[in-house]
């Protein structure tokens, strides 16, 4: 069967096909692809959303280097403390295997490896691809410490030199007077770092560090040590601070001081006694007039703290868009928080919207701020499920999402290699407006079709669902451009090829 188009309508397909399937579709802009699946918890700056809750990519090391590190945590997330540019984070980065292809990957970090002052070279989709094979059976997120064992991050120099390291053997209930006792081991620490893994010992010892502390200008230095044994820092001979006695390394025991340095080199003493238990010794320090804080140790082990709220609210009259698990759809969900209180989760293992509902969009914290797979239930009220099943045909396809420039999103479903569906979604006048359209992706120039697609039982309209559940006591659904099947229970419509279909979904006062 053949119907015919006018060319008017054939030029308009054609339009709207090239921008659904231009950037991010096709993966050949990635700092589109990045604003869309990764800006709003790194933001468009990559110094981190929320005044910095997250960590920043712009300057991290994490992107130096071998991109292997990068990628490995892109396909299978990351969880646990992990220490970006001397700040740590608890939170979880959710993977990325299952949703992006390879070449979507490789673009989003090329852009990031390449902006914000990172000078890191690009990746290919041929190096996604050999690492996805190479982790294929790994099943859970990445934590920082198995990643780096694996891909070591680039050299950083301390701002100590010349470091010595001294180990002593012994029990002791007070930090002993070193000079009558023989150090049973010494090291030279040419990476200019105080680490416990110096010793050998893991109870009934001692350790103290000597070097240069080089100060880059004359003024105020902070520094500040918390310990789980006894220890003191010694600047130029005098006691700058020190901990007596044991006890937990989880900042209730720290102390911080202020140290007038002047520029160039002054001798650095620190001492530390473990006794038995946790062990643990971290010394942090602040340039004159500066707010980050950098490390003389290992990075410090993660204070735990009361949960704190991260509501995700749209940015001014834009939209804000949440890509991570929302408790009532399904794993693949894409949340949207539009101006005005009005909100959406749409599922693309469904290719339906699942949820609607009013206030608040989403509180992060349940997953950004705890480890494993919790779900993020929607943070307002009068939610409605509007379905929990694919109405589509079973041939269809998710093909991702285009923001248009108000930033009111348009998912993308393939029905067939002829037909695509676009469902769009915006907020006006207090109610939700979804607009779907039925293109026909084979017209020919002469404005007739190619034979129908033998894998759509009826090429030219397309059912789809309005609701599934009955949602009459607690919304309102106007419909022009197709017929309502049920008014009491679920409610189907129909959609033809070369039209469009405009719903509006209101919540009743």
């Not at 809750?53 to 990628?71: E, H, I, K, M, Q």
């Not at 002047?262 to 001798?267: A, Y």
């Not at 009111?408 to 002829?418: A, D, E, M, R």
Request: proline residues 8%.
């Amino acid at each position: 069967m053949r119907f015919r188009t006018n060319n008017s309508n054939l030029m308009l397909q054609r339009l709207l096909l090239g921008l659904m399937f231009a950037s991010p579709l096709s993966a050949q802009d990635g700092q589109q692809l990045f604003t869309l699946y990764c800006s709003a918890c790194h933001a468009a700056d990559g110094k981190g959303a929320t005044g910095g809750t997250f960590p920043p990519l712009a300057g991290s090391p994490y992107l130096a280097g071998d991109p292997d590190r990068a990628v490995k945590i892109v396909l299978k997330g990351l969880t646990g403390p992990v220490d970006v540019l001397g700040k740590t984070y608890n939170l979880e980065m959710p993977p990325q295997g299952a949703t992006l292809p390879e070449d979507q990957i490789a673009a989003i970090l090329t852009h990031v490896r390449t902006s914000w002052g990172n000078q890191a070279g690009p990746v290919t989709a041929g190096q996604v691809k050999s690492i996805r094979a190479a982790v294929a059976d790994r099943a859970m997120p990445w934590t920082a410490p198995e990643i780096l064992k694996l891909h070591p991050l680039p050299f950083e120099k301390t701002a100590l030199t010349n470091l010595k390291s001294q180990v002593y053997k012994g029990e002791w209930k007070y930090l002993p007077d070193f000079a009558k006792l023989k150090a049973e081991n010494i090291e030279e620490e040419h990476d200019g770092i105080i680490s416990l893994t110096d010793s050998p010992y893991k109870e009934h010892y001692a350790m103290v560090w000597e070097g240069t502390f080089d100060a880059a200008t004359d003024g105020d230095y902070y520094f500040r040590l918390d310990s789980a044994g006894a220890a003191r820092i010694i600047f130029d001979g005098d006691i700058l601070t020190e901990l007596n006695g044991f006890g937990p390394m989880d900042g209730s025991r720290a102390q911080g001081d202020i140290s007038t340095r002047t520029k160039g080199p002054h001798s650095i003493r620190v001492e530390y006694l473990q006794h038995t238990g946790a062990q643990g010794i971290a010394i942090g320090w602040k340039a004159p007039g500066s707010t980050e804080m950098k490390w003389l140790t290992d990075p410090p082990a993660t204070v735990s703290k009361p949960r704190e709220s991260i509501l995700l609210a749209p940015n001014g009259n834009r939209p804000v868009i949440y890509r991570n698990f929302i408790d009532g759809t399904t794993p693949r969900a894409i949340g949207v928080g539009f101006p005005g209180g009005l909100n959406l989760a749409y599922s693309a293992d469904n290719l339906a919207p699942e949820l609607l509902w009013t206030g608040k969009f989403i509180d992060g914290a349940n997953k950004w701020l705890s480890r494993g797979t919790d779900k993020n239930p929607p943070a307002g009220e009068n939610v409605v499920t509007l379905s929990k099943k694919q109405n589509l045909p079973k041939e269809a396809k998710f093909r991702g999402y285009k923001l248009d420039p108000a930033g009111n999103p348009t998912f993308v479903i393939q029905l067939s290699p002829k037909r695509i569906l676009l469902d769009s979604w915006s907020a006006e006048n207090g109610a939700l407006v979804r607009k779907i359209s039925l293109i026909d992706a084979s017209s020919n120039p002469d404005g007739t079709s190619e034979e129908p697609d033998s894998t759509v039982e009826n090429p030219n309209w397309v059912e789809f669902s309005v609701c599934e559940e009955a949602i009459g006591d607690k919304m309102t659904v106007q419909m022009d451009g197709g017929p309502i099947r049920s008014s009491t229970g679920p409610m189907i419509s129909i959609v033809k090829a070369g039209k469009q279909t405009t719903l509006i979904y209101r919540w009743k006062p």
